[in-house]
């Protein structure tokens, strides 16, 4: 188990740090920071300086190594606009992206997983179909569009919530709205066909064999199981709580992460862009792992196949 | 009625429907106390959906007519709470494939408890002891450390033993076991018919045994019915029966299996398939592939009337010898 | 074990196939013989069975056989030659003379194709001008192995597992093989059409001159078509001999277990079987001594140290077990 989870760990770092390094190579390849920074008419000698200032003369490899090496010591840089820490920066605002998130993430799981068990325990119901029809859409329409109708309609044409910006709690409900019905028709597709696909198992038929209620093959015998492929999902979901509003904040002016680094790109704000993109890749990866210690906790074929024998396994 | 009554586990015109497809046209079958029944058939013939259909276990689009009763108590739209009595309690069920008929996440000590708790009541210090007699009395070794294991880490002979252990916590009156041996090594599989048959002969619980094995049901059932396209076409004494079948189709699967001793001969096939449920045709379903084939057959559908002393035929052609044996011997009016 | 008149087909010797198996994802690997030391000829036509539960190693010995797979140590001679490295130009070539069934017809099938257009195929590609010859040889074998014109226009999920499996037969011999090898190819069909394929492949047999290794769990099935039968356990040979006799009067005492354990219908047939206790062996976990040692009712203190070698026994008979020491001349008694 040890071994385990050293090689797990192992492989999140390294699949952060080249997530840092691609995101150095992109944006120190698509276009001069300084000129960016300081706009197309600043003369040259201010943009020597600024180039000389954020190091942005020293060779590529060079400055990767720097920005690596600070990295590594947990220093994220400067931000190029107004010279604040980038962590400073970013932290700000991650508490406002997940007001939206956080709730968003509530009702995608209070409404997709009883959705998705609903509709598998009654499939071909006409609640099935209604479920698979708006599931089918919650993930087909994009975002922008689905957040841009929800402000049509309860914003524009009925007035009853603010179409954007952060002042009161009202502002949140549309975009957690826009976010959350999205990912609960994922959700709720996901787990029906989980739920189907356990419900077809012979041990299911066999719980009913031996005379346990239906009610009780439900809950014990088949949710247990079908949490396993459904927690994948709801770990890319967690995984998306820091970076995945970033469409919907800039729909409904929502001052997150999302719209920062939205922001940050355009202003070729290397240091804010890179302690955002790190930090999304952290919280991927850690939910990642998390998922992956789950699945151990809720099949035990995988605790074995792990080289760890199962609780009873023990001499 | 009386008839049905002493019986311990009756079916009369048993019928399933799926989809508007009749797959079982009326099965009567009983089953006494005690009694080792079996079941054989080649895929399709309806041998597992006949009981799957008694204890209320297909899908909601079948449609299940007639009636099964259980010390005449009908099973056939009873309520859940009671069949949720009768499944595990009464009558208890093993299946081919022991590993997927067994809950992947949950171990075996607790597979086993749930049914202890359900109709014996037993749980906590009480349960777990009675689990370990159970795996103790099927053979799994060292049962009170493999009690916490999970299916995965049993081989497949192990985890039928484990489903016997199951079976068995609810101390049912009959064991309805399908195809327990099919999935397992020829060397499990004698073990594991020993275990059945032990296990039988202590608890004096009846058996119903479904194989399309011969061999199989032969050494552990003391009665025999053939099923063929959702029918039982022949039933019997498993001695009579097998020493002496008399419907073309049971005589076939007999000729069809190679013998394990003896001079080597060509085997008896049954040229054709088995019809597809949908298209069956207007007679006798085996006609087809029947050698013995009467012109009656491709219009009527033989019933199972009594032809031999232990046997009962489903058969046109087998009628007219008995018809002529008889006439010949003068019994005849 | 060779009559000395006949020349050889196949000529395995000293066989060994190991696989490197991991316990989990991390687990130390370890080594797994598969087949150990196994030596065994096939005349040309004729046909030797090989028995064994599952782990016993008779599928890999199909592969060695036939050559898809390199043996670790010893030597497969096909017609004197010895088998050419997988995927070589000979390889190819020799694939036409030798062809494997399987247990899964419908996964050794294209769903997309006509299932006569499959059964040409391999005359496609070695004369691919000859269309008519072609379509013209390949209805010949649809129709022998008993199917209509009708159905070898289908397509394979409209067939019945005893057609398909018919399918593949046909496709195999469209190349004129002398040497077939099937693993368990009747095991998933059911009785009655079980016996069908089984009649079907006997009378190819004998027409075609073909010689063939036919594997699988099912004793009566193996009596049935082999002239010779092996006895497989945990990778090695355990008894050998004529398939009559040998299930007559078996010796080795897995053997013995495996006859008696495969149930009668017929009450004349009935006897009593010796149940073996504990589990089937596990390759990667291999007893010291004879491998069966464990489970065999007369294992003796030297079984459990020492491995008996495959031994003539008597004129027709290989046993390897301890309870026979090789034959010599006086204890040689005719069968």
Known sequence: MGRFIILRVGRALITIALVVTFAFIVLRLSGDPAQIILGPEAPPEVLAAFRRAWGLDDPIWLQYLHYFGAIAQGELGRSMRDGRSAIEIVAERIPITLALTVPALVLKLGIGIPAGVYAALHRGSLTDRIVMIVSVAGFTIPSFVLGLTLVLVFAVQLGWLPSGGQDSWRHAILPILTLGIGGAAILARFTRSAMLEVLGQPFIRAASAKGVPWQDVITRHALPNAAIPTVTIIGFMVGTLIAGAVVVESVFSWPGVGRLLVVAVANRDLAVVQCILLLVAATMVISNLIVDFLYGFLDPRLRSAKGQKAAGGQP | MSDRESHFVALDELTVSFDGVRVLHGINLTVSRGEAVGLVGESGSGKSVTWLAALGLLPGKARIGGSATLEGVELIGAPPSTLDRVRGGRIAMISQDPASALNPVISIGKQIGETLALHRGLSGIAGRAETLRLLDLVGIPDAARRIHAYPHEFSGGQNQRVMIAMALAGQPDLLVADEPTTALDVTIQAQILDLIQTIRRELGMALVLISHDLGVIAETCDRVAVMYAGRIVEEGTTGALFDDPRHPYAQGLLGSLPPLSGPRRRLVSIPGVVPDPRLLPAGCAFAPRCPKRVSTCDSAIPTLGVSHPGHRVACFAEEAVVQEQARSHGYAA | ?335
């Not at chain 3, 030797?48 to 050559?67: D, F, H, N, P, Y």
């Not at chain 3, 391999?122 to 010859?133: A, K, M, N």
């Not at chain 3, 004349?268 to 065999?296: D, Q, S």
Request: aromatic share 4%; charged share 25%; glycine share 8%.
């Open chain 3, 1 to 335: 074990m060779t009559s000395a008149n006949a020349e050889p087909l196949l000529l395995a010797r000293n066989l060994r196939r190991v696989y490197q198996s991991r316990r989990g994802m991390f687990g130390a690997p370890s080594l797994v013989r598969a087949v150990d030391d196994v030596s065994f000829d096939i005349l040309p036509g004729e046909t030797l069975g090989i028995v064994g539960e599952s782990g016993s190693g008779k599928s890999t010995m199909g592969r060695l056989a036939l050559g898809l797979e390199t043996p670790d140590r010893g030597s497969v001679r096909f017609r004197g030659s010895p088998m050419p490295m997988p995927s070589t130009a000979e390889w190819r070539t020799l694939r036409q003379r030798m062809q494997m069934i399987y247990q899964d017809p419908l996964g050794a099938l294209d769903r997309r194709l006509p299932v006569l257009t499959q059964i040409r195929e391999p005359l496609d590609i070695h004369h691919p001008r000859e269309h008519h010859g072609n379509q013209v040889k390949a209805a010949e074998m649809l129709a022998r192995v008993g199917l209509s014109r009708e159905q070898g226009a289908r397509y394979p999920h409209e067939l019945s597992g005893g057609q398909r499996q018919r399918v593949v037969l046909a496709r195999a011999l469209m190349t004129g093989p002398d040497f077939l090898v099937c693993d368990e190819p009747v095991s998933a069909l059911d009785v009655s059409i079980q016996a069908q394929v089984v009649n079907l492949l006997i009378d190819l047999q004998t027409e075609l001159g073909l010689a063939m290794m036919f594997i699988s769990h099912d004793l009566r099935v193996v009596r049935q078509i082999s002239k010779r039968v092996a006895v497989m356990y945990l990778g090695g040979f355990v008894e050998e001999g004529d398939a009559d006799d040998l299930f007559a009067s078996p010796l080795h005492p897995y053997t013995k277990a495996l006859v008696s354990a495969a149930p009668q219908a017929r009450s004349t047939n009935r006897h009593e079987r010796i149940v073996l206790t504990g589990e089937p062996p596990n390759p990667a976990n291999r007893p010291t001594g004879c491998a069966f040692h464990p489970r065999c009712g007369a294992a003796m203190p030297r079984c459990k140290e020492e491995a008996p070698a495959l031994v003539p026994v008597g004129r027709e008979r290989r046993v390897a077990c301890h309870l026979y020491p090789a034959a010599t001349s006086d204890q040689t008694r005719a069968a």
